[in-house]
């Protein structure tokens, strides 16, 4: 078995539905994210138009943060999940720095690595993601890669051509995939941060309990 | 591609909260820049000892250069400790070790070296050159990796497309000889010239070295992939950094190549400690720059 993901852009709105799920799930403290909404507004105005792109952990078949963790405190599970052990993990940063998608913070309240483990603690009980149970619209899609007649397996079979994965030239093998996405979505190079056009510009971030930061 | 893609798209992030910052602070820096000393002193006491082993004002540089290294090594581990969020965990590195990362393989032959760099300290003092000498190979061989695994694990950094192994690994080699050959001309008044002329060459050679290879990763790097390019940005124009880059190009290296080749060629020693000095100051402004530029890339 090897679980993945996929995101139907077309079908996303934005409404961070899974965004709220995930964090009452996971106890996900302010100023953290193990699955965020990123905006991107495209075009000049009155044409205009705004984009959401749910980002989380790829669950790379080559993760980087697994295999520069000194301690195994990153490691796959059977299902193909790349779970974090927070009680081993030395809070040296090297899946921060690792990961080429950003996924990866440090918990401000236990000064460990987190991010998103597709909720491993609900799929070992036979429950889907809470970011999936939360969707109104069934963008995320959540299933079995091996199995070809999983939902996720069949959705990807049926958008032939249309199926993309952030930064493919990072050779990581992300099992989160991405349909009617383009490079505004999923390149973060593809779009400007100005400052002063964030919708919240001023987000408080927790002080790390006994960290340096 | 993205370039053409904001201008067509006028793309702009609106919302997108989680970027991590700065996850390596200066505290890396010190542990870098400690690390080059620590295990620099070794390699040009090597040299000190092999082609001016006769000198008497040499033959006493054993018990300076170990209590040199093992300062600095110390220095290195202390500040690699502070930068752990849990450092009261560090011991699981060796419990649990995960041996493809570079930070467990670092951390075990960083420890051996201290064993040996201790050994080395006591040695001395007790004037047992038959132990030194026994200690001194080994130690001189495993200073090698401890050198150069920091760039190993700034190239496991996917994404942070900058850090590029190869090169890193010539810079890390380069800074501990520069940073070495710059603490012993701090010594320089108890040599004779000759010694402070091959010091005074290292240094100016490494320096020579390392800017070039800077200035080549300035000027072509954005060829590499657009990730250096945007990386390369923060030390352009206006950039966040790129003060603090010239800065540091200069202190680090433009004035240690002019004044060791003024010391060299005009056989004056005296300029030789304005230039260890500035070189110690600037690599350390070098080192902070070029960690810091590729983490203010966002990466989602």
Request: proline share 5%; charged share 15%; hydrophobic share 45%.
């Amino acid at each position: 078995m090897k679980l993945g993901f996929l995101v139907d852009l077309n079908l996303c709105m934005g409404c961070k539905g899974c965004e709220i799920a995930c964090k009452v799930e996971n106890e996900v403290p302010l100023s953290s994210w193990r699955l965020r909404v990123k905006y991107v507004d495209v075009g000049t105005f009155p044409d205009t138009k705004r984009t959401y792109t749910p980002l989380r952990c790829n669950h790379c078949a080559d993760a980087p943060c697994e295999r520069i963790c000194p301690v195994s405190a990153l490691h796959y599970l059977d299902n193909g999940i790349v779970n974090v052990d927070k009680e081993r993990c030395i809070g040296c940063a090297g899946c921060v720095m690792a990961c080429p998608y950003g996924a990866i913070y440090i918990d401000p309240e236990t000064n460990t690595a987190d991010k998103c483990t597709y909720c491993a603690h609900r799929v070992s009980g036979g429950l889907m993601p809470s970011c999936v149970v939360a969707c109104p619209v069934e963008a995320n899609i959540f299933g079995d890669l091996e199995d070809t007649e999983s939902n996720i397996s069949r959705y990807i079979m049926q958008h032939q051509g249309n199926v993309q994965v952030r930064k493919p030239e990072k050779g990581t093998h992300p099992h989160h995939f991405y349909v009617g996405g383009g490079e505004i979505q999923l390149n973060p190079l593809a779009s400007l941060r100005q400052e002063g056009h964030n919708l919240f510009n001023n987000i408080t971030h927790l002080k790390h309990v006994g960290g340096h930061h | 591609m993205a370039h053409e893609t904001i201008e067509a798209m006028n793309a702009v992030v609106t919302l997108d909260v989680a970027l991590p910052g700065i996850v390596w602070p200066w505290l890396v820096t010190m542990n870098m820049w400690a690390k080059s000393i620590g295990t620099g002193v070794l390699f040009l006491g090597y040299f000190m000892f092999r082609y001016y082993g006769n000198e008497n004002s040499v033959k006493e540089m054993k018990l300076p250069i170990a209590i040199l290294s093992f300062t600095f090594l110390s220095m290195f581990l202390l500040f690699t400790l502070a930068d752990l969020h849990q450092p009261f965990r560090m011991w699981h590195i060796f419990f649990y070790p995960h041996w493809t990362s570079p930070i467990t393989v670092g951390a075990v032959i960083a420890s051996v070296l201290m064993g040996l760099v201790s050994m080395l300290v006591v040695a001395a003092y007790l004037k047992r050159d038959d132990i030194f000498e026994k200690a001194w190979m080994p130690t001189l061989i495993l200073a090698i990796p401890v050198t150069l695994y920091t760039a190993t694990l700034m190239g496991m950094s996917t994404a942070r497309e900058l850090w590029q192994v190869p090169v890193e690994l010539v810079q890390m080699m380069l800074a501990a000889l520069l940073s070495g050959a710059a603490t012993m001309l701090l010594f320089g008044h108890k040599f004779s010239f000759e010694v402070n002329r091959m010091l005074a060459i290292v240094l100016g050679a490494s320096a020579a070295a390392g800017f070039t290879i800077y200035m080549g990763e300035y000027v072509f790097g954005p060829f590499k992939a657009e990730e250096v390019a945007a990386t390369l940005a923060y030390i352009k124009g206006d950039g966040e950094y790129t003060a603090m880059f010239w800065i540091g190009q200069v202190i680090a290296f433009v004035i240690p190549m002019v004044l060791t080749y003024l010391g060299v060629t005009n056989k004056n020693r005296i300029l030789l400690l304005p230039a260890a000095i500035s070189a110690l100051v600037g690599l350390w402004i070098v080192k902070h720059v070029w960690l810091m530029i590729p983490q203010l890339l966002p990466m989602s």
